[in-house]
């Protein structure tokens, strides 16, 4: 029963990670349209900002924590001026390769004035503790990971169906030449999906700096490739399908770890994605995502 | 938007009718398109020093899977991420085929299947191994095919991650992390020539041919080529297998020219750098594919010497690791940027000589055009 629930919290753990990411690509593409192949180096940079901020004397594990956050926000921000707003109006494809291309480059920039081995950063190892609730062994980080996903995802359903800009949004997933013709600035509402998936990014950081204690280049890369593989899952687009998709993922992984014999652990992924594979050739829109024929209205 | 024809099809409406005619004509374009390499081929053999023949021939493997490439993501305009994960099966299965007895009792003597007491001859070898790739991209593309674009892209990615997982695994039959070596080295610069020509004209042939047409249709206007009747997902499927046999061929190449292989080298830097020599080039076209891979082969030779620490004015500067990285990924985005059709642009290397020595206006009317093409798609 024990390792039943320690194995249970491990999924829940890693889900409501993998749905933070996720979200944060389903912001972006609900909006633009922009398969964000960069967003893991969101995460990567939030976590070197950390880095640096603690070779310059940062101590406190909260600033860290509210600087990882910003960071990720401000950089998310900034790929889409420097980046994405060339190839705003171009085919999928084309914002696809270009973020494609971000992505590389930002992680070789750390290879180039950072160094490709991983760098220690233990400012928040703190957070990394064990509870112990009667017979229990219980990670702190993984009860903090989950219910700051939960409150976060919470945040993000009231901003987008409370406040004026959340609404234009919504509306601008659907139709963005119409919100535009409501006098709502196309930068502004742009910006603002940027900056929350930033944030969600951020927010992931934080959690991967305190579990891995350390910084590498490519610390983003495969976790936004599960975040995709995530948002796949889902139905490319539709957030709620990120989140459940992430979680999906996140009990697929846990439980053929369970299920798989030590030898084969390396297979693991191997396994995770036939499984994907195969669930995409029954639904090939994803679980909630909506089936388009050829033809059909945009609604 | 639906009533004007997609570009490719208005393109395509000023060549000739009959099939016979179009396919010399592909012929003819395709071996026009691989001149440029065979003439800098000629002039590396004949004045460069053995180092560079050697690059040459790796050059050469990067063409064959450019070309592959092209094969997919240029006419279905589907961003593939996982076409290495083909030219990684290629080299493999020839590795694990054609490897003598004597080094398979090092190197794997627990393979599963008996394949440890099993060696072919190479050219057996090899068209078992395209066999095997042809298999595999048959069953993947069974799935690609239905997928609509980014879930296409996201599944190519999830093959060659389970792929390279697969090999990295499995050290039964793919011995893992470590070399696999003692492949007999029976490729040479001629015969990479060779192989690369006959790519880029099966390449041609078929984005001339009718599917290649009607698929490039279907990407620029799904549902005006599928009004027409265009089985799509039947052209991806395709396209797909083609492409990945293309590039199980340059990994087949690339096993039988080094003889020793390992699963990072068909991982993640083999895909971006391939991606990039197309992007450069131009996706649309075969030319593109051998424009980009001339191009950034050239420049990332430069940078790997800048990168191994040069001395500069008697002062030996410091290693730069990462420096080609940023150097592929700034040409990813700067191409997609200002030059999403590449350096080649729409069309092929004959067809802008043609268009160069003709007196006719370059764009002809697009309405008789949209007439020819329908007649020509049916």
């Known amino acids: ?299 | 938007m639906a009533t004007e024809a997609p570009a490719a099809v208005r393109q395509q409406a000023r060549t000739p009718s009959g099939s016979g005619r179009s396919l010399a004509r592909a012929t003819l374009g395709g071996i026009v398109i691989a001149l440029p390499v065979l003439v800098l081929a000629a002039v590396i053999l004949w004045f460069a020093p053995t180092y560079y023949v050697r690059l040459a021939t790796v050059a050469l493997v990067n063409l064959i899977i450019v070309v592959g490439l092209q094969t997919f993501m240029g006419n279905s305009n589907t961003a593939h991420l996982g076409h290495s994960a083909f030219v990684a099966i290629g080299a493999y299965a020839v590795a694990i085929l054609a490897t003598p007895l004597n080094m398979k009792k090092l190197s794997i003597p627990d393979a599963p299947f008996g394949l440890s007491h099993v060696v072919l001859d190479p050219v057996v070898a090899g068209a078992v191994a395209l066999l095997v790739v042809g298999v595999l991209a048959a069953v993947t593309g069974r799935i690609i095919a239905r997928l609509s674009g980014i879930a296409a892209t996201i599944v190519s990615l999830a093959f060659l991650i389970v792929t390279h997982s697969t090999i990295l695994n499995w050290t039964d039959l793919f011995k893992g992390n470590q070399g696999f070596f003692g492949i007999p080295r029976v490729v040479d610069i001629y015969w990479m020539l060779a192989f690369a020509t006959l790519s880029i004209v099966a390449a041609r042939i078929f984005k001339d041919s009718k599917y290649g047409l009607q698929l490039r249709a279907s990407a620029q206007s799904p549902q005006a080529a599928a009004a027409f009747g265009v089985n799509a997902k039947g052209l991806r499927f395709g396209a797909w297998i083609l492409s990945g046999l293309i590039c199980g061929l340059a990994g087949i190449l690339y096993a039988y020219f080094v003889g020793t292989i390992s699963p990072r080298v068909f991982y993640f830097h083999q895909v971006m750098m391939t991606l990039a020599m197309l992007i450069l080039g131009g996706m649309g076209t075969v030319t593109g594919a051998v424009t980009g891979v001339i191009a950034l082969s050239v420049l990332l030779e430069f940078i790997r010497g800048i990168e191994s620490g040069v001395t500069v004015a008697g002062i030996q500067l410091p290693q730069v690791l990462g420096l080609s990285g940023v150097a592929l990924g700034a040409v990813i985005v700067l191409s997609m940027a200002f030059r999403p059709d590449g350096i080649a642009g729409r069309y092929e290397l004959d067809e802008q000589i043609a268009r160069l020595f003709s007196r006719r206006p370059p764009a002809s009317d697009p309405s008789t055009a949209t007439v020819e093409a329908s007649r020509e798609l049916l």
């Open chain 1, 1 to 299: 029963m024990d390792y039943f629930l320690q194995q249970l919290l491990n999924a829940l753990a890693f889900g409501a990670e993998y749905s933070l990411v996720a979200l944060g690509l389903a912001v972006v593409f609900s909006i633009m349209g922009l398969v964000n192949f960069a967003h893991g180096e969101i995460i990567a940079v939030s976590a070197y900002t950390v880095l640096f901020a603690v070779a310059l004397g940062l101590q406190s594990p909260l600033l860290a924590i509210l600087l990882a956050v910003v960071a990720a926000g401000v950089v998310a921000i900034a790929f889409e001026r420097v980046a994405f707003r060339p190839v705003r109006n171009a085919p999928v494809t084309t914002g696809l390769l270009t973020a494609f291309g971000v992505s590389i480059v930002v992680q070789n920039l750390f290879v180039l004035f950072v160094s490709p081995k991983p760098q220690a950063v233990s400012i928040l190892n703190g957070i990394n503790q064990i509870w112990f609730v009667g017979p229990l062994a219980i990670s702190a980080l993984q009860v903090m990971e989950l219910v700051v996903a939960a409150v976060t995802i919470v945040a993000l359903v009231l901003f987008l169906n409370k406040s004026t800009l959340g609404l234009a949004m919504r509306a601008a997933s659907r139709d963005f030449a119409t919100v535009r013709l409501m006098g709502v600035k196309a930068n502004r509402v742009i910006a603002a999906a940027f900056a929350i998936s930033g944030t969600l990014a951020g927010i992931a950081a934080v959690f991967i700096i305190a579990r891995r204690g350390s910084v590498t280049p490519d610390m983003g890369f495969s976790l936004v490739l599960k975040a995709f593989v995530a948002c796949v899952i889902g139905g490319f687009g539709s957030l709620a399908g990120a989140a459940a998709g992430g979680m999906l993922l996140g009990f697929i992984e846990v439980g053929l770890l369970v299920a798989l014999p030590q030898e084969y652990g390396g297979l693991r992924d191997t396994f995770t994605y036939l499984l994907i594979i195969a669930l995409l050739v029954y639904r090939p829109e994803g679980l909630l995502g909506r089936k388009v024929e050829l033809g059909d209205k945009e609604i």
